[in-house]
C-alpha cells in the first residue's frame, strides 16, 4: 500500500477524534429517565385509583408510631423495627450456618469419598424438591421437640439448611472455576490439602462466589418471612399482628415491604462497593 | 539416604489413562548434579514423566525412588517429595491474588516452617539472582511472561529443592522473553542444580544437557550425551523428530 496516497484521503491522527453529546441522540439517558418517570406514575395512579374504587381509607399517619417513637426525648423502636431486628438477628446465624453447611457440602461433593458424595447429593436433592413449608414443619414439630430447641432456632436451622443447599452449588462452582495449574502450583511447593485450600483457592474462589452469595443473603431475608407461620417474632410477624389489631392492611404491608426493600438494596449496593473496591486493589 | 543413591530412579514405570497409554515401562536413571533434557514430539509423555516424579501424575506401573526412597500414596510420603522437588510449568502457575514475595514465601513458611523474616531473605535472594528482586512487592499480572516465568523458577528454589524439573518452561513465551529464562536456567545448572527439563530448546539442550532423553508414543526410545543424540541418532523416529525440529535454525 502506498502511506504517502492514503494519507491524502484522510489525514491519520493519534488524537482521539470529539465525543459526542450523547443527550441529544438516540442513546439519550434523558429518555430513559422520562420513561421511568412515565411508568411509576402511571403505577401510583392505578394504585391510588384503585383504593379510591374501593373506598379505602388511608390512614399514614398512624403508621410512623408502628415504626418508632420519641417520648421525652427517648427513642422506643416500634412492633415494626423490633420485627425487623428480630429478621436481621435470623439472617445473621442463618447466613453463618449456611456457610459451614455449603462449604461442607461443596467439599463433600467434590472429595474422592463416595459416601461424601452420596451424603451431599441426597442432601442437596431432598432439600431442593421439597417446599421450604414443609422443611420448617419437619424442623418445628419433629426435629425441635427432639432436640429441644425453641422456635427461633428451629427457624434459623431450617433457613440454614435450605440456603444451604444453593450455597453449596455457589461454592462449588466457584472453587472449579479456579485453574487446576493453581491446584498443582501449590502442591508443586509441597502445601497440604487444607493450607491449598486456605491460601491458595480460597481466596481466588471468593470475589467469584461474593455477588452470587449476596443474592443469597438477600433470599434468605426474604425467606425468613416465613417463619410467621411458627410465630417467631420478627417483621413479617409483627405486621400480621399489627394488620389484625388495626386494620391497616395496605399501609402496614407497604411499610413492611419497603423495610425489606431498603434493606436488600442497600445489602446489594454495599457488596457492589466491596466489589469495586476489590477490583480496583488488584 | 546416602550419596551413592542415584537422584532418581524410574523402573518400569507405567501409565494409563483410561485405556490410553500414557507411559510405557520407563527405565530412567539421574545421578547428583546431572542435566538431563526430555524431548519428542507432542503426546509423546515426556510431560507426564517429569509430573510422576512430584506425583502430580499416579504412576499404576513400575517403582520411582528418590533419592532411595520410594515414592508411595502416603501423604507423608508425597510431601516429603515435594519438598525436595522444586517444579516450573508452562503456564508459571503464579498465584495471581498474591504478591511476588508473597508467592516466594508461602511454601517455605507453610511447608518447611520457616520464620516470616527468614522467608522473606531467602526470597529477596532468589528474586535477585533471576534478576526481578525490585519488583518484589509487584503482582504477577503486572510481569510480562518472562518474568513471571523467572518468578517461578525462584518461587521453586524457595523450597530448596535437591532436584528441579521444568515442564516446557519456554513454550508460552514471546520470542523476546524466552532468553531471559534460559539464561537463569543455565546458571543454575552452572551451579550443579540436578534437573530434567522438558523443553524444545535444542539450543540450551546442547549447551546444558549431560543427558538427552527421546521420547516417542509414551515410551523411552533414546537416551544419550548430546554430542551423539544430536549428530548421530540411531533410531528412525529420532532422526525424523530432528529433522523436523531443527529444519527452520
Given at each position: 500500500?502506498?502511506?504517502?496516497?492514503?494519507?491524502?484521503?484522510?489525514?491519520?491522527?493519534?488524537?482521539?477524534?470529539?465525543?459526542?453529546?450523547?443527550?441529544?441522540?438516540?442513546?439519550?439517558?434523558?429518555?430513559?429517565?422520562?420513561?421511568?418517570?412515565?411508568?411509576?406514575?402511571?403505577?401510583?395512579?392505578?394504585?391510588?385509583?384503585?383504593?379510591?374504587?374501593?373506598?379505602?381509607?388511608?390512614?399514614?399517619?398512624?403508621?410512623?408510631?408502628?415504626?418508632?417513637?420519641?417520648?421525652?426525648?427517648?427513642?422506643?423502636?416500634?412492633?415494626?423495627?423490633?420485627?425487623?431486628?428480630?429478621?436481621?438477628?435470623?439472617?445473621?446465624?442463618?447466613?453463618?450456618i449456611?456457610?459451614?453447611?455449603?462449604?461442607?457440602?461443596?467439599?463433600?461433593?467434590?472429595?474422592?469419598?463416595?459416601?461424601?458424595?452420596?451424603?451431599?447429593?441426597?442432601?442437596?436433592?431432598?432439600?431442593?424438591?421439597?417446599?421450604?413449608?414443609?422443611?420448617?414443619?419437619?424442623f418445628?414439630?419433629?426435629?425441635?421437640?427432639?432436640?429441644?430447641i425453641?422456635?427461633?432456632w428451629a427457624g434459623v436451622l431450617c433457613?440454614a439448611f435450605?440456603?444451604?443447599?444453593?450455597?453449596?452449588?455457589?461454592?462449588?462452582?466457584?472453587?472449579?472455576?479456579?485453574?487446576?495449574?493453581?491446584?498443582?502450583?501449590?502442591?508443586?511447593?509441597?502445601?497440604?490439602?487444607?493450607?491449598?485450600?486456605?491460601?491458595?483457592?480460597?481466596?481466588?474462589?471468593?470475589?467469584?462466589?461474593?455477588?452470587?452469595?449476596?443474592?443469597?443473603?438477600?433470599?434468605?431475608?426474604?425467606?425468613?418471612?416465613?417463619?410467621?407461620?411458627?410465630?417467631?417474632?420478627?417483621?413479617?410477624?409483627?405486621?400480621?399482628?399489627?394488620?389484625?389489631?388495626?386494620?391497616?392492611?395496605?399501609?402496614?404491608?407497604?411499610?413492611?415491604?419497603?423495610?425489606?426493600?431498603?434493606?436488600?438494596?442497600?445489602?446489594?449496593?454495599?457488596?457492589?462497593?466491596?466489589?469495586?473496591?476489590?477490583?480496583?486493589?488488584? | 539416604?546416602?550419596?551413592?543413591?542415584?537422584?532418581?530412579?524410574?523402573?518400569?514405570?507405567?501409565?494409563?489413562?483410561?485405556?490410553?497409554?500414557?507411559?510405557?515401562?520407563?527405565?530412567?536413571?539421574?545421578?547428583?548434579?546431572?542435566?538431563?533434557?526430555?524431548?519428542?514430539?507432542?503426546?509423546?509423555?515426556?510431560?507426564?514423566?517429569?509430573?510422576?516424579?512430584?506425583?502430580?501424575?499416579?504412576?499404576?506401573?513400575?517403582?520411582?525412588?528418590?533419592?532411595?526412597?520410594?515414592?508411595?500414596?502416603?501423604?507423608?510420603?508425597?510431601?516429603?517429595?515435594?519438598?525436595?522437588?522444586?517444579?516450573?510449568?508452562?503456564?508459571?502457575?503464579?498465584?495471581?491474588?498474591?504478591?511476588?514475595?508473597?508467592?516466594?514465601?508461602?511454601?517455605?513458611?507453610?511447608?518447611?516452617?520457616?520464620?516470616?523474616?527468614?522467608?522473606?531473605?531467602?526470597?529477596?535472594?532468589?528474586?535477585?539472582?533471576?534478576?526481578?528482586?525490585?519488583?518484589?512487592?509487584?503482582?504477577?499480572?503486572?510481569?510480562?511472561?518472562?518474568?513471571?516465568?523467572?518468578?517461578?523458577?525462584?518461587?521453586?528454589?524457595?523450597?530448596?529443592?535437591?532436584?528441579?524439573?521444568?515442564?516446557?518452561?519456554?513454550?508460552?513465551?514471546?520470542?523476546?522473553?524466552?532468553?531471559?529464562?534460559?539464561?537463569?536456567?543455565?546458571?543454575?545448572?552452572?551451579?550443579?542444580?540436578?534437573?530434567?527439563?522438558?523443553?524444545?530448546?535444542?539450543?540450551?539442550?546442547?549447551?546444558?544437557?549431560?543427558?538427552?532423553?527421546?521420547?516417542?508414543?509414551?515410551?523411552?526410545?533414546?537416551?544419550?550425551?548430546?554430542?551423539?543424540?544430536?549428530?548421530?541418532?540411531?533410531?528412525?523416529?529420532?532422526?525424523?523428530?530432528?529433522?523436523?525440529?531443527?529444519?527452520?535454525?
Amino acid at each position: 500500500m502506498d502511506h504517502a496516497a492514503h494519507s491524502e484521503v484522510e489525514p491519520v491522527s493519534r488524537k482521539r477524534p470529539p465525543r459526542k453529546s450523547l443527550l441529544l441522540t438516540r442513546k439519550s439517558p434523558l429518555i430513559d429517565i422520562a420513561q421511568l418517570i412515565a411508568f411509576v406514575g402511571v403505577l401510583v395512579w392505578l394504585i391510588l385509583a384503585g383504593a379510591q374504587a374501593m373506598e379505602y381509607n388511608w390512614q399514614w399517619y398512624r403508621v410512623d408510631r408502628y415504626i418508632y417513637r420519641i417520648i421525652d426525648g427517648e427513642f422506643i423502636p416500634g412492633p415494626l423495627l423490633r420485627g425487623l431486628g428480630v429478621t436481621i438477628e435470623i439472617t445473621f446465624y442463618s447466613m453463618i450456618i449456611t456457610l459451614v453447611i455449603s462449604l461442607a457440602t461443596a467439599l463433600l461433593r467434590l472429595s474422592g469419598s463416595v459416601s461424601g458424595r452420596l451424603v451431599a447429593t441426597v442432601y442437596l436433592e431432598a432439600i431442593r424438591n421439597t417446599p421450604l413449608l414443609i422443611q420448617l414443619f419437619l424442623f418445628y414439630f419433629v426435629l425441635a421437640p427432639i432436640i429441644g430447641i425453641d422456635r427461633f432456632w428451629a427457624g434459623v436451622l431450617c433457613l440454614a439448611f435450605f440456603e444451604g443447599s444453593f450455597g453449596a452449588e455457589i461454592i462449588r462452582a466457584g472453587l472449579q472455576s479456579v485453574p487446576r495449574g493453581q491446584y498443582e502450583a501449590a502442591d508443586a511447593i509441597g502445601l497440604t490439602r487444607r493450607d491449598r485450600l486456605r491460601f491458595i483457592i480460597l481466596p481466588q474462589a471468593i470475589p467469584l462466589i461474593l455477588p452470587p452469595m449476596t443474592g443469597l443473603v438477600i433470599s434468605l431475608i426474604k425467606h425468613s418471612a416465613i417463619l410467621s407461620v411458627i410465630a417467631v417474632a420478627e417483621l413479617t410477624t409483627q405486621g400480621l399482628d399489627l394488620i389484625s389489631e388495626t386494620f391497616m392492611a395496605f399501609e402496614i404491608w407497604f411499610t413492611v415491604g419497603a423495610i425489606y426493600l431498603v434493606i436488600t438494596v442497600s445489602l446489594s449496593l454495599l457488596v457492589s462497593w466491596i466489589e469495586h473496591r476489590a477490583a480496583i486493589g488488584r | 539416604m546416602n550419596d551413592t543413591n542415584p537422584m532418581l530412579e524410574m523402573r518400569g514405570v507405567g501409565k494409563w489413562y483410561g485405556d490410553f497409554c500414557a507411559l510405557y515401562d520407563v527405565n530412567l536413571k539421574l545421578q547428583r548434579a546431572e542435566r538431563m533434557v526430555i524431548c519428542g514430539p507432542s503426546g509423546s509423555g515426556k510431560s507426564t514423566v517429569i509430573r510422576c516424579v512430584n506425583r502430580l501424575e499416579e504412576h499404576q506401573a513400575g517403582q520411582i525412588l528418590l533419592d532411595g526412597v520410594e515414592l508411595t500414596e502416603d501423604t507423608r510420603n508425597i510431601e516429603r517429595v515435594r519438598r525436595e522437588v522444586g517444579m516450573v510449568f508452562q503456564h508459571f502457575n503464579l498465584f495471581p491474588h498474591l504478591s511476588i514475595l508473597d508467592n516466594l514465601t508461602l511454601g517455605p513458611i507453610r511447608n518447611l516452617k520457616m520464620p516470616k523474616k527468614e522467608a522473606r531473605e531467602l526470597a529477596l535472594h532468589y528474586l535477585e539472582r533471576v534478576r526481578i528482586a525490585e519488583q518484589a512487592g509487584k503482582y504477577p499480572g503486572e510481569m510480562s511472561g518472562g518474568q513471571q516465568q523467572r518468578v517461578a523458577i525462584a518461587r521453586a528454589l524457595c523450597m530448596k529443592p535437591k532436584l528441579m524439573l521444568f515442564d516446557e518452561p519456554t513454550s508460552a513465551l514471546d520470542p523476546e522473553m524466552i532468553s531471559g529464562v534460559l539464561d537463569v536456567m543455565v546458571e543454575l545448572a552452572g551451579d550443579g542444580m540436578t534437573m530434567i527439563c522438558v523443553t524444545h530448546e535444542m539450543g540450551f539442550a546442547r549447551e546444558v544437557a549431560d543427558t538427552m532423553v527421546f521420547m516417542d508414543r509414551g515410551e523411552i526410545v533414546e537416551v544419550g550425551p548430546p554430542s551423539e543424540f544430536f549428530n548421530n541418532p540411531t533410531s528412525d523416529r529420532a532422526r525424523l523428530f530432528l529433522s523436523q525440529i531443527l529444519s527452520h535454525h
